[in-house]
């Protein structure tokens, strides 16, 4: 059932999606004799991305390298300033590590070491502001948003005890050795569909032959809206140990977000 309501909902936010990219084109293109110039291109864009926590129940562990690839539109409104369109399929994650009780026995708690492999489809929607034409290179920087939407879920999954509860409300910690097994699961009941991010950048386009450039960019995407949907753990505290109440463990929801550094390498025509 999950799964179904999941396509259901990619079918109607991409064509949600669609529609909207493809009415900004037109509002765009009605309004051509204030544009300037379009300016169409492709790039490659490998990054390396991170996971963020904001309920600091969980712990990132370390950035993983990713790759994703784009469709450059700027629509040059003046030399110094356009705006920036296009289409930007990517990957992005990294690795957290949580708590969770052992739902064979509440005695003990678990931890879980997930490492995250996502995929999104974004429209990013960017002020560019560029720099007068030097020899035959322009500066650039660039700000603006990003709408994406989930189109993959994976992760790399571990989990192992990691506590048992000794005495009614109290918790030591519990090894059993050895290395936990890994193994890749589907989580998109777990991540949300939305991706909304802010976007930063900044770069330079060298003059090839007459209009055709090499664009070589350094951006920034930062996602502000919670990445997970109905994944609970114990909360902890500055310590990392499980937090108790009543006698219990505390449970919360995840909250936090991916964050990624990009190399955007193409050729605008």
């Known amino acids: 059932m999950r799964i179904l309501m999941r396509t259901n909902q990619t079918s109607i936010l991409t064509t949600l999606i669609l529609v909207v990219f493809s009415a900004s084109f037109s509002l765009l293109f009605s309004t051509e004799s204030k544009a300037q110039d379009l300016r169409m291109g492709l790039a490659v864009s490998p990054n390396a991305a991170w996971m963020v926590s904001t309920d600091y129940d969980h712990e990132p562990h ?17 030399e110094n300033y356009a705006l920036g369109l296009g289409v930007h399929i990517f990957n992005t994650g990294g690795e957290v590590r949580y708590l969770v009780v052992d739902p064979v026995n509440d005695d003990f708690l678990m931890n879980v070491d997930r490492r995250y492999k996502l995929q999104y489809v974004e429209l990013p929607f960017t002020f560019k502001m560029r720099t007068k034409e030097m020899g035959y290179t322009t500066l650039y920087g660039k700000f603006g948003l990003g709408l994406g939407m989930n189109i993959k879920a994976e992760a790399d999954e571990a989990r192992y005890r990691s506590y048992q509860e000794v005495i009614n409300g109290e918790w030591s910690t519990y090894e059993v050795g ?3 097994i890994r193994d890749r699961i589907e989580i998109d009941s777990d991540i949300r569909l939305f991706r909304a991010a802010m976007i930063i950048g900044a770069g ?21 809206s919670n990445t997970h949907k109905d994944v609970s753990l114990v909360k902890v505290d500055a310590a990392q140990s499980p937090v108790v109440v009543n006698n219990l463990p505390s449970i919360g929801d995840m909250r936090g977000h991916d964050s990624f550094l990009e190399l955007s390498v193409g050729i605008l025509f």
């Open 204 to 224: 330079m386009e060298r003059t090839l032959s007459g209009t055709t450039a090499l664009t070589v960019g350094l951006n920034y995407n930062a996602a502000f």
């Open 178 to 180: 050895g290395s936990p």
């Open 62 to 78: 370390g950035a993983r390298l990713n790759f994703g690839y784009e469709f450059i539109a700027d629509i040059l409104f003046s």
